[in-house]
């Protein structure tokens, strides 16, 4: 289970859960999830038309999430946040449809950019996962102090010349670039849900922003190692036990963190 | 002493309607000025201005010094992982990029800050978590950790029991008077700011008038603010502004103006 092709599974995955937990923190923190969900989603139309033309998938989904980070961040001027979201997702979805339906062998590859191909991933494809991975991160640690001030108190960031503005655009950014090379392996799907699981749960456990994004990596991690070995064993697919454990480590932490509370309040009251 | 801050005539015209008309004050260090109105009279608009997030139609607007900023009131939801410190912290460094580390000094300077405003108590309680008058005196101590010349506070006295808004005003008297911060603070009742104003710039209608609590509440100076009949009632030494009739002429203004004070 350690060996070969399985190795770059691991090491790929750990990436990945990497990004996902950081990224994820900071988009259930702004209330991004809708948008976390849109993008790379949407991006997977990239990845058809790219196909369809001939070019590498890769460049289409760069292509598509960066353009949808820039819809996004744009139409959010002008209407609301989620409007704007859902506007930008569906117009990528429609083309998507187009694409797909233009190409004739397209279906199974649809199929592993929504639900990844984990189990094979190639051995030049774990390098450029691993840095672009790195450069998000490092992306996010310059920007962390505005990103964290104009995502939990915009009122106040923007008076402190914190557009809030620019900060959707650049974490639309960050999120797109981790999508872009994520996605073909992982899946559209299984990013969203390691990017908002282990995210909402950790902040249930924890009040210290650090340790809240320390824990969703921690939780994305066994997430995903977890899924791992219990898909290598049973052949049901990778998407399906991340999904299942995401919600139960949700619940976990949201019951933890009802039972501090309560904790809390007897303790007061004493 | 020279003045931290100068508005010279500044009108504000907001999607073609005007919303202020040649409003003109100074704030000297240390000044204590308190920004009354009704609702909907254009105090954000006119704070927007002094921060800089508001362009002005006309006149100018001269800024001396760094601005610290209260919000009226946090959006935050309760499970938000941010504690009362961190908050704190942000308002010393929250708008640089890079990584800072921890430091022992700004440690201090934190705790120093959250016993000023009398919230070390819940200084690990996360912030969503706390009551209004709580979240005030936090965002207090968030805008002044960096130290600004002038805070600007827009209503931060809406929606407190009255015990919390005592305890707040007395914060910003006292680090006003410490620091020797100017402060403006936007308020619609006047009453709990009236022993520690050095100025009040009234607004209504747009317009404003400048000067200490006796020399603008008075009727003439009201009334022609206003644009109709008001009187000024000084009851239980509580000030009521009343408008003698009810026009309706000014309907944004009409409960303010009969009630509120």
Known sequence: MFTGLMLNTWITATAVAVIAGVTGFFAVLRGSSFAAHAIPNGAFAGAAGASLLGLNPFAGLAAFSVAGALGIAGLGRRARHDVATALTFVMMLGLGALFVSWSTEYAQQAYSLLFGEVFGVAADEVLPIVALGAASIAAIAVMFRPLMLSSALPEVAEARGVSARRMELAFLLVMALATSMTVPVVGALLMFSLMIGPAAAARSVTARPLAAIGLAVGIALVTVWTGIVASYQTNWPLGFFVGVLGGVFFLFGRAYGAGRRRMAVRTAAA | ?261
């Open chain 2, 1 to 261: 002493m020279a003045e931290l801050l100068r508005l010279d005539g500044v009108g504000v015209r907001l999607g073609g309607r005007e919303i202020l008309r040649d409003v003109s004050f100074t704030i000297a260090p240390g000044e204590f000025t308190g920004l009354i109105g009704p609702n909907g009279a254009g105090k954000t608009t006119l704070l927007r201005v002094i921060l800089g997030l508001q362009p002005v139609a006309t006149g100018a607007m001269l800024l001396n010094g760094s601005v610290g900023y209260v919000p009226q009131k946090l959006a935050i939801e309760p499970d938000t992982p941010l504690r009362v410190r961190d908050v704190v912290g942000l308002g010393l460094d929250g708008h640089k990029l890079g990584i800072r580390l921890p430091s022992r000094a700004r440690r201090e300077r934190v705790n120093e800050m959250l016993t000023a405003v009398g919230a070390q108590r819940y200084a690990n309680a996360r912030i969503g978590e706390l009551s209004g008058g709580e979240q005030q005196r936090v965002m207090i101590a968030h805008a002044l950790i960096a130290r600004p010349r002038l805070l600007l506070l827009d209503e931060p006295l809406a929606n407190l029991d009255i015990a919390s808004v005592g305890g707040i005003v007395s914060v910003l008297a006292r680090l006003a008077r410490a620091e020797g911060t100017a402060v403006l603070i936007s308020a619609h009742d006047m009453n709990p700011l009236v022993p520690v104003m050095d100025t009040i710039v009234y607004v209504a209608s747009g317009r404003a008038a400048v000067g200490s609590t006796d020399q603008v509440v008075q009727p003439e100076v009201l009334s022609r603010l206003y644009g109709q009949h008001v009187d000024v009632l000084r009851v239980h030494g509580r000030i009521l502004v009343v408008a003698a009739e009810e026009t309706g002429a000014v309907p944004a203004d009409a409960e303010h103006v009969t009630a509120a004070g």
